[in-house]
């Protein structure tokens, strides 16, 4: 059976088919589309030599046990968010099937080393708000204890929803022990932004995820009447964090793959007849690396301290959470480039802005490299997610000769 990168293609759309309402993609983990999307994939390793199971932390493997224990991971996520996209984290599933399908068949159901499928659960976070979830179980990151109390929208504890699909929460950590004999990890994955489209590109080779730096910033100045506080005597606490939301932007854009955002300000007492006297922002800030990263920290907390001044005001800041940037494994990178190059003629290397399961594994010291396929209008996590049917076809084979290049390099 050689690689059918079509039948992925329509493989994704018996998915969409099946889990998928007007408003979009509904495999929501732990809920029963999820569980029925779990199912619908089972029935397809059933055709296959693999052995399949659960770990402790929900995530869904299949080996296809090879001559070495040395095992190449290739994975993905089969949740989404509500209202999601038909690719995101499927495409990644139903290409490294094909490629398992082919392994199977070119080597007689035992290639030189043990491939393995991993179906990360909970990568979105959608529900509980703890993305990557399964992955950081696998990497021994998780922070279970404090996230087991967790509710959903509808009260249900996070605890609760894991326990309905066979997930006990004491044993979470035991996921860990599917590491041993990780030789190496590669996940192919849809951009989620518009960098490949404007460089019309279909395939580009992914250097690591962005560290982020999360903040709360509060401005304190004075609550006054609007009609009898003369604007000379104000103290705006609106008015110097409305500066500093203009000002991240050159702050950002003095280095060419760094991103701020302030995504949220909430005004105290936010009535049209009060001078604001207290002001948060949210600030997100993203790069690769991380001096970068530390010095646009640095730079904006200055700048809120001068604005603060400018406008006679004070100025707090507390961290919402924060992750150090993640780079892959250099010599795996550079057989992503050629696996690219081979099958597009051509390649971009660059950082992504979302996280991935894939950095939770590389934390954990598995050598791990990323592809991304192009996004048309670079939109994800809404039903118009899409990506033209030859750059999908394109992405399985690339990944494909990406996973026969890991495996000579695991045998090296
Ligand atoms: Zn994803």
Not at 60 to 87: E, F, M, Q
Not at 160 to 187: P, S
Not at 324 to 348: D, I, K, M, N, Y
Not at 356 to 379: C, K, N, W, Y
Request: charged letters at 25%; glycine letters at 8%; aromatic letters at 6%.
């Amino acid at each position: 059976m050689p690689l059918s990168p079509q039948r992925a293609v329509d493989e994704l759309k018996e998915l969409r088919e099946l889990t998928s309402d007007d408003s979009g993609a509904q495999r929501l983990a732990w809920t029963d589309t999820w569980l029925r999307a779990r199912e619908w994939f089972a029935k397809k390793l059933a055709e296959l030599p693999v052995e399949h199971h659960y770990d402790s932390a929900g995530n869904n493997w299949a080996t296809l046990r090879g001559a070495s224990k040395k095992s190449l991971l290739i994975g993905g996520h089969l949740d989404s968010v509500p209202n999601g996209g038909w690719l995101d984290g499927s495409l990644n599933i139903l290409a490294a099937l094909e490629v398992l399908r082919r392994f199977a068949s070119e080597f007689n159901g035992r290639p030189p080393v043990t491939i393995r499928i991993v179906d990360w659960a909970d990568e979105e976070g959608a529900r509980f708000g703890r993305s990557l979830l399964g992955s950081s179980a696998f990497a021994g990151t998780h922070s279970i204890s404090s996230d087991r109390a967790r509710t959903d929208r509808s009260g249900i504890k996070l605890e609760d929803a894991l326990r309905h699909c066979g997930v006990e929460i004491d044993r979470f950590a035991e996921a860990e022990q599917e590491r041993k004999d990780a030789a190496a990890y590669i996940e192919l994955h849809i951009e989620q932004g518009p960098v490949l489209e404007r460089l019309d590109l279909p395939l580009g080779v992914v250097l690591g995820t962005k560290g982020v730096e999360r903040h709360i910033i509060t401005f304190h100045g004075q609550e006054a009447h609007s009609g009898s506080t003369p604007m000379s005597a104000r103290r705006d606490a609106l008015a110097a964090a409305a500066k500093l939301a203009l000002e991240i932007r050159d702050i950002a854009r003095r280095h060419p793959d760094a991103v701020c955002t302030v995504g949220s300000l909430k005004t105290f007492p936010g009535i049209a007849t009060a001078v604001v006297g207290r002001c948060e922002a949210t600030l997100d800030q993203r790069d690769l690396d991380p001096r970068i990263l530390a010095r646009m920290y640095r730079e904006a907390q200055e700048a809120s301290h001068r604005f603060a001044e400018e406008e006679k005001c004070t100025v707090e800041w507390s961290r919402l959470w924060s992750i150090e940037p993640v780079p892959f494994h250099t010599e795996l990178l550079a057989l992503c480039e050629q696996a690219v190059r081979e099958v597009s003629g051509s390649f971009h290397r660059l950082p992504s802005g979302p996280l991935h399961d894939a950095a939770e594994v590389s934390r954990a010291g598995i050598p791990t490299a990323m592809m991304f396929v192009q996004s048309l209008r670079g939109i994800s996590h809404n039903k118009i997610e899409d990506t033209r049917e030859d750059h999908l076809e394109l992405s399985v084979t690339a990944l494909d000769r990406l996973a026969s290049k890991t495996v000579g390099w695991i045998l090296r």
